[in-house]
């Protein structure tokens, strides 16, 4: 008994010495079968745009890299697998062998057709005497869309006047968004799109637009937000409700003692008169035409009248000639001038004219005038052709 | 002188052997420069009563210095375009080796201008008509006058005016033709041509005066 214990000891220890060289011949046996597999990796992963919105096309570009020093790499196909994003281009089989160090980009076309939230497609790389790969990455989909607000606006808009209208576009989105621009089609604002270009994530950028309305009322001015998140354009509306009202201090130009005097025959009607400034601020340039209308037609020497600066509460006099063919009765005159901004204005006023007679004989021919031009020109050809004959 | 009407060329076949004498030539001239005087003095009316608004009353016995001063202007060209057409024709005979001295060549064309008697005196009593049949506006700016008077320049009555002035021109050229030839000493073609130069201007002038071109 006093020799079974060690023996029994020995053994025990004996057992274990086997068994741990068996593992370890055992570990050393698989090492050296995975030796023989080469190592490949994804380098590099990128997603285009950043942050696809719902519904956006976009692409993954993912780099494979041969990890080995000495040896090729064939690569025998890439795919991309994603429950939420649906990936619209097809696999990738037998892409190219990759030398010892050598890397492969290789594209994707995706479609986050998902609700927003943050998805991972899977990359999938089997090479042929290499490991294959699963390498999951992150794409965050997020349908945030720029934002568009009115930052500035005068409190009083009044009719003729200049009002400037200052808009902020703000970026509240992960990722920079490009192309960006505001565009307005209504007509009485200035200019009609403004560019903006790239806006960068949780970035604004603030755009002015002029509006001139030429009556007063109420508006509502509609501006359309254009970006691009990536190659996908998206849209953004704001309309912007505006109370225009009578200037009370524009110019305002009113015509007095209006004379037309009538040239009958030609019908030409010289209308003279005062053109008076009755508002507070002064006009610009003023000119005062004769308007197109049919029968209408200006005449020399004053088809249009130059009346320069009037100043609040003067008044200039004015000479226009026109020639009124048919039965008009009314002459259409423009007067334009110009604010302090250079913005141009344009009022229409309408001349009543009364039709006149003609100021010749009715215009027609005697019957005897005639024949006596004809009795002389028949004596007048006797007689040369007589003298002719004599010579 | 009812020959040189009927048969010009031997009427200055015969003149050309007396002596140049421009007493008659230029009674004919002053004859139908007071012919065309008394017609400016009706269209010089006209325009004096067209002008009678633009004028204050203390001003208004200068309108009837318009109608004189126009008649007289009339008369005194009436002497320069004689002596202008001889020049004229002078000067392009040269072309044809024309001989022969100024003075005969403004006697001939004075006598030339015999028809134009009856066309001036034919006119003078159209512009009457005219001017007393129509409705004479007033004009307070001298600028409009022109066009003013544009419809009576065009109606019918003067067109028909500018008509027989052109008929009765043509009379005048006839004898003109003749009157180079033995002025000047050159062909009866030579003549044609350098009497027909200055009438061709003269009568296209007269047509776009009517508007018609």
Redesign the interface.
């Known amino acids: 008994m006093r020799k079974t214990i060690p023996t029994f000891i020995f053994l025990f220890f004996f057992v274990i010495a086997v068994a741990t060289s068996g593992v370890s011949a055992a570990n050393t046996a698989s090492s050296a079968t995975e030796e023989h597999k080469a190592s490949v990796m994804i380098s590099d992963c990128t997603v285009n745009p950043e942050a696809p919105m719902c519904n956006d096309i976009g692409t993954v570009t993912v780099t494979v890299k041969n990890m080995e020093l000495y040896k090729s790499v064939n690569i025998k196909e890439v795919q991309m697998l994603s429950q939420g994003i649906k990936v619209l281009s097809d696999s990738y089989f037998n892409p190219g062998s990759l030398g010892p160090g050598g890397d492969l980009s290789l594209t994707f076309t995706i479609k986050a057709t998902c609700p927003d939230g943050i998805y991972y497609p899977k990359v999938i790389v089997n090479g042929e005497g290499a490991q294959s790969i699963r390498y999951s990455f992150p794409v965050t989909v997020d349908s945030s869309p720029l934002t568009i607000a009115v930052k500035d606006v005068p409190e009083d808009i009044f009719s003729g006047e200049r009002a400037k209208i200052e808009l902020v576009v703000g970026n509240p989105r992960p990722n920079n968004v490009t192309a960006v621009k505001i565009v307005t089609e209504y007509k009485d604002v200035m200019p009609a799109e403004v560019f903006i270009g790239t806006l960068s994530a949780d970035d604004s950028e603030v755009a002015a637009f002029f509006f001139t309305p030429q009556e007063s009322g109420d508006y509502f001015l509609n501006f359309k937000l254009q970006f691009k998140n990536g190659d996908n354009y998206h849209y953004t509306d704001l309309s912007v409700p505006l109370t225009v009202t009578e200037s009370k201090k524009s110019a305002e130009l009113i015509l007095t003692g209006i004379e037309e005097?009538?040239?009958?025959?030609?019908n030409?009607y010289?209308i003279t008169g005062d053109i008076n400034n009755a508002g507070l601020e002064a006009a610009n340039s003023v000119v005062m035409k004769v308007g197109d209308a049919e029968g209408i037609e200006a005449?020399q020497?004053y088809k249009a009248y130059f009346v320069g600066l009037l100043n609040a509460d003067d008044f200039s006099s004015f000479?226009l000639?026109v020639k009124v063919e048919g039965n008009k009765t009314q002459v259409p005159l423009i007067i334009e001038y110009k604010d302090e901004d250079g913005i141009l204005f344009s009022e229409h006023e309408y001349i009543s004219v009364e039709s006149?007679?003609?100021?010749?004989?009715t215009?027609?021919?005697p019957v005897p005038?005639?024949a006596?031009?004809i009795v002389?020109?028949i004596l007048?050809i006797g007689?040369?052709s007589?003298?002719?004959k004599?010579? | 002188m009812l020959e040189i009407l009927t048969n010009p060329n031997k009427f200055f076949e015969a003149k050309k052997d007396e002596e140049v004498s421009l007493k008659i030539p230029a009674l004919i001239v002053l004859i139908i420069g007071i012919i065309s005087g008394i017609g400016a003095y009706f269209m010089g009316g006209l325009t004096a009563e067209m002008l009678s608004g633009t004028l204050p009353s203390e001003a208004q016995a200068f309108l009837s210095f318009i109608s004189i001063s126009t008649a007289i202007i009339a008369v005194i060209a009436s002497f320069i375009f004689w002596i202008v057409f001889a020049v004229i024709f002078f000067g392009l005979s040269c072309i044809f080796k024309g001989e022969g001295k100024f003075k005969r060549t403004l006697e001939f064309v004075g006598y030339g201008y015999i028809p134009m008697i009856i066309s001036g005196i034919i006119s003078a009593i159209f512009i009457y008509n005219i001017v007393s049949t129509a409705h004479i506006p007033a004009v307070t700016d001298p600028a409009m006058i022109g066009i003013a008077l544009e419809p009576l320049m065009k109606s019918p009555m003067m067109l028909l005016s500018y008509a027989i002035n052109i008929l009765f021109m043509l009379w005048s050229a006839n004898i003109w033709v003749f009157g180079l030839k033995h002025a000047r000493n050159i062909t009866t073609k030579n003549a044609l041509i350098t009497v027909a130069i200055p009438m061709a201007a003269y009568v296209l002038w007269t047509i776009y005066q009517m508007g018609v071109m």
């Open positions: 005097e009538s040239l009958p025959g030609m030409v010289k005449m020497p000479e000639n006149t007679q003609g100021i010749a004989s215009g027609e021919l005038m005639i006596v031009v002389i020109a007048v007689m040369i007589y003298s002719w004599k010579r």
